[in-house]
Nanobody
């Protein structure tokens, strides 16, 4: 059973930074494709960034140059460094994982965290 637990959300002023963390357990972490998604209540979920098992990444245009995904395989932890935050970045952010990078890239990963709220004012 795979578990993903996010942390690091909060409230920040525009232009500020936050770092989200996602601790994974129950699977061979390094072999999975992982990603961050976000959703605003009443709107569709949006893929923010993915990182495959080989370290390759794919960012949404809206966050390129501002957000950075990374992972520490030794700690089974995925990170999302968010800089130059904008009010439109306000959302619930979810960590997700799947053996298939296609599932992550198309927005249907098998495993999800509970989410952490990011509010930018």
């Amino acid at each position: 059973h795979v578990q993903l637990v996010e942390s690091g959300g909060g409230s920040v002023q525009a232009g500020g930074s936050l770092r989200l963390s996602c601790v994974a357990s129950g699977h061979t972490y390094s072999a999975y494709c992982m990603g961050w998604f976000r959703q605003v209540l009443g709107k569709e979920r949006e893929g923010v960034v993915f990182i495959d098992s080989d370290g390759s990444t794919s960012y949404a245009d809206s966050v390129k140059g501002r957000f950075t995904i990374s992972k520490d395989n030794a700690k089974n932890t995925l990170y999302l460094q968010m800089n130059s935050l904008k009010p439109e970045d306000t959302a619930m952010y979810y960590c997700a994982a799947d053996e298939s990078s296609l599932n992550v890239a198309t927005g249907y990963p098998r495993y999800w965290g509970q989410g952490t709220q990011v509010t930018v004012s």
